[in-house]
């Protein structure tokens, strides 16, 4: 069972997923296939997955694995599913001929290559070979990389920009020609804007109000959502859709409100109107915000919170809204009335519901040490984390109703030179 498996994604310039690099918690061997006794560079099926769940972290995009030298001389590298896997080399100095033997053999057999971390300068028969070189650009000068850029571009290699930790890097990588860009730089506050939130936007934060009170008004809900046609709308598709799968049509708020109940209401409602106030914005932080949700909701009854089932939800849900509306969180949270003890963790305040969502984001980073300290602290076990995450992207997945084509506008894989 491939229990410790996180992603990161790597974004193309219109913010859109075009991969995920996964990350294990114990190695490579977490994530590669096991090495059966055939010979190296035996052929693989390409439909098989790594291990189980690899479906759902991927979601149909290409999964960046890191290969080790062994992984890729021994055959292991090549069991991966070409067709969904682009090969990670951590360059070396200098290949020698085993490795470039290797390669080119993977490189034949139908794999993208990528060189992570590449300081090169482009002459090596290395970057000959590779598809996609993964430049840091916190680490190079800008016109060393300018260079690298102008010599392979016109060879077909793609280039993504790694480490990216503030918007304005991405915005200057944008603008030196990077095809893709990887780092947390998506999910970090950016400067606050100085504007209200716009009209349209409001009526969705008002939703969200009536929503976040311990006691909904559903005639306050209706009286909101009505004035906006395109939220009505969204949320009875939603409700309609196949997930539910009702007997009889959902036609209103208070139908859905007897049909579903008060906590389950409230959810969908907060998760709806989530997910209109990040249209216009990268489609992986309303991702995000679902799976946290589910994490945390997940989590609740195993951490003492079996009847707050739909305030752990809204803890995961909202841990971003800050990002999403560029405002600081005190000040969006001024306008929720959150439970006390949600909104303080959401500011950061120490409570047993701040060690949820840090385990949560702790999980979905790949800081496994930190994470699993959490857990601890807790009461829970390394592996029902896993569990849970695999099953909180699951259920993201879903959700296809609130979901638009997120790779439709995103590049072609590169060519395979």
Same mark, same amino acid.
């Given at each position: 069972?491939?229990?410790?498996?996180?992603?990161?994604?790597?974004?193309?310039?219109?913010?859109?997923?075009?991969? =995920?690099?996964?990350?294990?918690?114990?190695?490579?061997?977490?994530?590669?296939?096991?090495?059966?006794?055939?010979?190296?560079?035996?052929?693989?099926?390409?439909?098989?997955?790594?291990?189980?769940?690899?479906?759902?972290?991927?979601?149909?995009?290409?999964?960046?694995?890191?290969?080790?030298?062994?992984?890729?001389?021994?055959?292991?590298?090549?069991?991966?599913?070409?067709?969904?896997?682009?090969?990670?080399?951590?360059?070396?100095?200098?290949?020698?001929?085993?490795?470039?033997?290797?390669?080119?053999?993977?490189?034949?057999?139908?794999?993208?290559?990528?060189?992570?971390? =590449?300081?090169?300068?482009?002459?090596?028969?290395?970057?000959?070979?590779?598809?996609?070189?993964?430049?840091?650009?916190?680490?190079?000068?800008?016109?060393?990389?300018?260079?690298?850029?102008?010599?392979?571009?016109?060879?077909?290699?793609?280039?993504?920009?790694?480490?990216?930790?503030?918007?304005?890097?991405?915005?200057?990588?944008?603008?030196?020609?990077?095809?893709?860009?990887?780092?947390?730089?998506?999910?970090?506050?950016?400067?606050?804007?100085?504007?209200?939130?716009?009209?349209?936007?409001?009526?969705?934060?008002?939703?969200?109000?009536?929503?976040?009170?311990?006691?909904?008004?559903?005639?306050?809900?209706?009286?909101?959502?009505?004035?906006?046609?395109?939220?009505?709308?969204?949320?009875?598709?939603?409700?309609?859709?196949?997930?539910?799968?009702?007997?009889?049509?959902?036609?209103?708020?208070?139908?859905?409100?007897?049909?579903?109940?008060?906590?389950?209401?409230?959810?969908?409602?907060?998760?709806?109107?989530?997910?209109?106030?990040?249209?216009?914005?990268?489609?992986?932080?309303?991702?995000?915000?679902?799976?946290?949700?589910?994490?945390?909701?997940?989590?609740?009854?195993?951490?003492?919170?079996?009847?707050?089932?739909?305030?752990?939800?809204?803890?995961?849900?909202?841990?971003?809204?800050?990002?999403?509306?560029?405002?600081?969180?005190?000040?969006?949270?001024?306008?929720?009335?959150?439970?006390?003890?949600?909104?303080?963790?959401?500011?950061?305040?120490?409570?047993?519901?701040?060690?949820?969502?840090?385990?949560?984001?702790?999980?979905?980073?790949?800081?496994?040490?930190?994470?699993?300290?959490?857990?601890?602290?807790?009461?829970?076990?390394?592996?029902?984390?896993?569990?849970?995450?695999?099953?909180?992207?699951?259920?993201?997945?879903?959700?296809?109703?609130?979901?638009?084509?997120?790779?439709?506008?995103?590049?072609?894989?590169?060519?395979?030179?």
């Amino acid at each position: 069972m491939h229990r410790f498996i996180a992603r990161q994604p790597v974004l193309d310039r219109s913010e859109n997923v075009y991969g =995920y690099e996964l990350f294990s918690r114990t190695g490579e061997a977490e994530i590669l296939p096991p090495l059966e006794s055939e010979a190296p560079g035996a052929k693989a099926d390409p439909d098989a997955v790594p291990f189980e769940g690899f479906a759902n972290l991927v979601e149909g995009s290409l999964a960046f694995i890191n290969c080790s030298r062994a992984a890729l001389l021994s055959g292991q590298a090549a069991r991966l599913p070409r067709d969904q896997v682009v090969i990670e080399i951590t360059s070396p100095r200098e290949a020698d001929e085993e490795l470039l033997t290797a390669c080119r053999g993977l490189k034949d057999a139908g794999f993208p290559l990528a060189l992570e971390n =590449y300081e090169g300068s482009g002459e090596d028969p290395l970057a000959e070979l590779a598809n996609i070189i993964k430049l840091d650009v916190s680490a190079s000068a800008d016109r060393t990389q300018w260079l690298l850029m102008r010599k392979l571009r016109p060879k077909g290699v793609a280039f993504v920009a790694q480490n990216l930790q503030k918007r304005a890097q991405f915005q200057a990588a944008l603008q030196q020609g990077y095809n893709y860009f990887q780092g947390p730089f998506y999910i970090r506050p950016q400067p606050y804007s100085p504007y209200d939130v716009t009209p349209t936007k409001l009526v969705y934060l008002l939703v969200l109000r009536a929503v976040t009170r311990p006691e909904i008004d559903m005639q306050e809900i209706a009286e909101t959502i009505k004035h906006d046609l395109a939220l009505s709308y969204k949320l009875l598709r939603f409700l309609n859709s196949a997930r539910f799968a009702f007997h009889s049509r959902i036609t209103s708020v208070r139908h859905a409100l007897l049909m579903l109940g008060q906590n389950e209401i409230r959810k969908w409602i907060g998760l709806i109107s989530l997910a209109a106030l990040g249209e216009g914005g990268p489609p992986i932080l309303v991702k995000m915000a679902l799976i946290r949700a589910a994490f945390c909701e997940f989590l609740a009854p195993l951490v003492g919170g079996a009847k707050r089932e739909s305030d752990y939800f809204f803890l995961g849900l909202l841990s971003s809204i800050d990002v999403l509306l560029r405002r600081p969180m005190r000040v969006v949270l001024a306008e929720l009335p959150m439970t006390a003890d949600v909104g303080a963790a959401l500011v950061g305040e120490q409570n047993p519901l701040r060690d949820v969502l840090q385990t949560v984001i702790g999980y979905e980073q790949g800081n496994w040490e930190e994470c699993f300290q959490l857990a601890n602290k807790l009461g829970l076990k390394d592996e029902t984390l896993g569990e849970l995450y695999m099953r909180a992207l699951g259920w993201s997945r879903e959700l296809n109703p609130l979901e638009k084509k997120e790779h439709a506008e995103s590049p072609p894989a590169p060519a395979l030179a």
